[in-house]
């Protein structure tokens, strides 16, 4: 079997970028176009915010306990000990800034971006969404439009909440296990985090909802092929949708204020 030429490979990369791009402009075109589906969006919200609730939070716990206990490893290890109560700043602007959105959004892309996927591909193979053409109704409106709205609502909400829990996660280990002062530990968290700090983080998570609903829409409407086809989509999904998360995350750092 012959190889693909390289011109092959950047051909298609730049037809699939091109087909992205054109439907994040029809979403976002149809987005101030009434009627709006407000069941669906209602039950997109549910779907992604209050039922990730529990992936979020083991995830957020765990993500500021283990960072708690490096950043408390460091602290007494390279400073010295007493200089743990400085780790609370360390702790909140890592996972406010960084840690949380990208793993709520690589949680939210692996629960939420596959069952996109799979629910359109499967219209999409049953000749449902050939039906809503026949029907008269747009499937943007109708499909991506609630979603890519749930997706970028509830992502920042989840991240919020990730940042609560994580932190308490941190603020757990250091001082309830490894008995650094209470009083201090809080006081310099307080002094040294900034708003600005958890917005960014917010911006972040907002994008990262963005992807995760185009790209699962964008493989669910090309699903092709039966049953086969769904489980493509379904990991095509995922795994795109993380390493786009992945990659926006280096350049929103970068361009975002510091």
């Known amino acids: 079997m012959q190889a693909k030429s390289p011109f092959l490979y950047f051909s298609s990369f730049f037809q699939q970028a091109g087909e992205v791009g054109l439907l994040l402009f029809k979403t976002f075109k149809n987005l101030f176009k009434k009627p709006w589906e407000k069941k669906i969006f209602l039950q997109q919200l549910e779907e992604v915010g209050i039922k990730s609730l529990p992936v979020v939070s083991l995830t957020a716990a765990f993500g500021g306990l283990v960072f708690g206990l490096q950043t408390y490893v460091g602290f007494h290890r390279y400073i010295g000990p007493g200089s743990e109560t400085y780790g609370g700043p360390i702790i909140s602007l890592g996972l406010s800034k960084e840690l949380i959105p990208i793993l709520v959004g690589l949680m939210v892309s692996g629960r939420v971006g596959s069952a996109i996927a799979a629910e359109i591909g499967t219209m999409k193979i049953t000749e449902q969404i050939d039906a809503l053409f026949s029907l008269g109704a747009n499937p943007i ?21 990730g940042d609560i829990i994580g ?14 002062n209470r009083v201090l530990y809080i006081r310099y968290t307080l002094l040294y985090i900034q708003m600005w700090d958890v917005l960014s983080g917010l911006i972040k ?33 995922v795994v795109v949708a ?15 204020p510091g």
């Open 141 to 161: 409106r109708y499909l991506v439009v609630p979603r890519t709205l749930a997706c970028m609502i509830m992502l920042p909400c989840l991240t919020i909440y």
């Open 167 to 180: 932190t308490a996660g941190g603020l757990f280990y250091n001082v309830y296990i490894m008995g650094v």
């Open 205 to 237: 998570a907002a994008i990262f909802g963005i992807v995760i609903a185009i790209i699962g829409c964008w493989q669910g409407l090309k699903t092709e092929g039966g049953a086969e086809g769904v489980g493509k989509a379904t990991t095509q999904t």
């Open 242 to 256: 993380s390493i786009i998360i992945l990659i926006i995350n280096f350049f929103l750092s970068k361009a975002l």
